[in-house]
């Protein structure tokens, strides 16, 4: 059973930073794709970064300069190092793996086939 489980959410004032993890298990093969969205009741789920299994990296307009995505070495664990939070990053923030087809942005949800359940952070003012 794939299970995809976020920690590292939290309260922050704004300006500050944290790292959100995904540890990625129950995977019979690599993930072609891994990413973090996120989203606020009663919004659409947007896309915040993601990365493939070339290295390719692409970040929403909000995230770029601001945040950075990575994996460790065995590919199991996604992370997202968040810094010069804003009260507007704050959202439920959930991983994603395993993209359905090829795409030219890897931020649409529609893509992951897997989810896990949401780690929350609030950026206070």
């Known amino acids: 059973q794939v299970t995809l489980v976020e920690s590292g959410g939290g309260t922050v004032q704004s300006g500050g930073s944290l790292r959100l993890s995904c540890v990625a298990s129950?995977?019979?093969?690599?993930?072609?794709?891994m990413g973090w969205f996120r989203q606020i009741p009663g919004k659409e789920r947007e896309g915040v970064a993601a990365i493939d299994v070339d290295g390719r990296i692409d970040y929403s307009d909000s995230a770029q300069g601001r945040f950075t995505i990575s994996q460790d070495n065995s590919k199991t664990t996604l992370v997202l190092q968040m810094n010069s939070l804003e009260p507007d990053d704050t959202a439920m923030y959930y991983c994603?793996?395993?993209?359905?087809?090829?795409?030219?942005?890897?931020?649409?949800?529609?893509?992951?086939?897997?989810w896990g359940q949401g780690t929350q952070v609030t950026v206070s003012s």
């Open positions: 129950g995977f019979t093969y690599r993930s072609n794709c």
């Open positions: 994603a793996a395993v993209c359905s087809r090829p795409s030219r942005s890897l931020l649409l949800q529609e893509l992951y086939k897997f």
